[in-house]
């Protein structure tokens, strides 16, 4: 079968590496902080430099993680006909409504600036860096950990009635059926293929015809995701889960100071991004 089909090789987010290092070892409450602390910053950083410092910095965390970096750059590649479609756009029409900047080319409501080309590329490496930053999270974070994390971070706002641990548990299942859904994907392509269906020979900038070759999968993977939910509920009733019921927790989690460590060099990295003129 051609690489095409390969689809859960490329989807990093949501799947669990084991490796030991000292990132998988953080309380998940500080993990979840500081990589929000860091992806905020990423949001903000608008520079050239700036942002080649946030990719060298996930590079960095891959190392320490002991992951290997084909993950991270293994991730991008189901971004890639977003990412081209979106740098279309903004080449072509930031530049009519931004004020400032050196014209290069302008045709009717078409102007390309060197304002836009920096949008272009800055959000182009946001991009790349967020996705490395969901990988290392996801790869060194069980699922467990993800809902246990999250819902003691926002244990706060149950003071105003909100749903916290319905939410971490949402999202956390949404993050654990990414690459469930591409295992799902990859099988119907492999079946629809050994039929005589058109898949994986199509030049990968062509997005519209290979948009259309993945029609005839769209309803099969809605029949699996829902018989997948059901299954789910009826695992979760068979555990006696109850929405909404006071729950007791498993995990305790106790900080030491690598967490606190980690919570101080994300505010560093952020500040390095953001405060330096670049």
């Known amino acids: 079968m ?3 089909f390969e689809l859960t090789r490329n989807i990093t987010i949501g799947q669990y590496l084991p490796t030991g290092s000292i990132i998988h070892r953080l ?4 993990k979840l902080a500081a990589f929000v602390i860091l992806i905020l910053a990423i949001a903000v950083c608008n520079t050239y430099i700036g942002n080649i410092f946030a990719i060298i910095m996930c590079v960095w965390l891959f190392q320490i993680s002991k992951i290997p970096i084909h993950y991270g750059i293994s991730g991008i590649n189901p971004a890639i006909p977003f990412i081209i479609i979106l740098a279309i756009l903004q080449l072509l029409f930031y530049g009519g409504i931004a004020n400032g900047g050196a014209v290069y080319f302008e045709y009717g409501f078409i102007k390309i600036t060197s304002e836009s080309i920096r949008l272009v590329l800055v959000s182009a490496m946001r991009f790349v860096e967020v996705i490395f930053l969901s990988s290392v ?3 060194s974070t069980s699922t467990t950990e993800l809902t246990h994390g999250m819902e003691r971070l926002l244990g706060p706002l149950e003071k105003i009635k909100f749903p916290v641990h319905a939410f971490a548990l949402i999202i956390t299942i949404a993050i654990r059926f990414v690459p469930t859904f591409a295992m799902e994907m990859e099988k119907m392509m492999k079946a629809q293929a050994s039929r005589g269906a058109d898949f994986g020979t199509g030049e990968w ?3 519209v015809q290979r948009t259309k070759d993945m029609f005839p999968i769209i309803i099969p ?4 995701a829902l018989a997948r939910a059901e299954d789910l509920i009826l695992a979760m009733e068979a555990r006696c889960y109850i929405p909404g019921a006071a729950r007791t927790r498993f995990a305790h989690y106790k900080a030491a100071g690598k967490d606190y ?7 560093v990295i952020s500040a390095v991004m953001l405060g330096i003129p670049w």
């Open 137 to 139: 999270l996801t790869l």
């Open 261 to 267: 460590v980690a919570i101080v060099l994300s505010v």
């Open 27 to 30: 309380d998940p409450r500080f």
């Open 221 to 224: 993977l809605f029949n699996v």
């Open 2 to 4: 051609s690489a095409e």
């Open 205 to 207: 900038w062509r997005i």
